[in-house]
């Protein structure tokens, strides 16, 4: 599950989210290889809780098999922390607003080696040093830091269009970085991140089960489309909606955001290590909303692959 620096900022950015941030920051240091630290001013974790929060399968968020059915979190499996703190040199400092003081817990390779109280400011800090040092061989799989750098820098872009009103910021060996400003405006958001994107349309749709933002920013004359899918604020690459995306968007080329929301009862968030998949009890509801949708934004018919999705 943690395969590369971005692999850890997913989990930790989710974490943050979970607890209620409205300001997340992320700075590397070689491209994640050095070090990750991820800040952000959410609920905290208490003193006691945070050899937990370590621990393998301790999760705040479920309590109950019924829960697992209807999970509005991000995380729910409670296996991101122990991973990552197994293989690197980990750090979190921790402080819930109305607690005096903070904790600071430092784990390496797995191995618990300061529990401690500290003065810290509300919200937590992630910091993992030296990722994989211990599984040498996975390390040789790391990327340049450039290549690091910029898988993160699109999985913050993706969390800030998710999230437009949490403030995301980056930065690299100390420089700034991307940055969204968490004002709430999408709009304002996918200007700037798709470099003024002249024009930009937007529409809702929905179906008995589910509805869809829309967004469109077309690319005159050229015959890609970028598409880019969130389920419930989690980014979903589902093969589902890429089929269906990529056949209706293909005769409109442009930069495409679909915003799916629906009961999490009638999801599958558990299919997939990385969740990056989601089973639909309603598939055909999501080909019907992208067409309505692309039908709404460009006026065009959009022609339908020949396989029919299960309703
Ligand atoms: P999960 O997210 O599946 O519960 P994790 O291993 O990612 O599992 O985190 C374990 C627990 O640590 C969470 O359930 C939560 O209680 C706590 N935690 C982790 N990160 C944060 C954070 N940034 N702010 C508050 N609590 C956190
Ligand atoms: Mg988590």
Redo the contacts with the bound molecule.
Sequence with gaps: MVERPASVVK??V???L??G?TEVKVSLYEGGKVRIVVE?N????AFD?LPL??ARH????IRTVEELERIR?L????????SISAVSRFEVR?RREGDETGGLLRIEGGRQVMHTPVSCRRG?R?SVEDLFYTLPARRKFLKSAASEERRVSSLLRDFAVAYPSVAFSESRDGKAGFSSSGDGDRERLLRDLWGDAGELRRCETGASHLSLECWWAPFPGKTRSLVTSFVNGRAVSDPLIRSAAGSLCRACPGNWVFLFSLDPELLDANIHPTKAEVRFRYPGEVFDTIQQAVLKLSGRVPSLPGAAVPS
């Design positions: 989990e930790a989710e974490n943050s979970d607890a941030a952000d959410g609920e905290g974790i809780e929060a370590a301790a999760t705040s968020k979190t995380g729910f499996r409670g296996e991101a922390l122990a921790s937590t992630l």
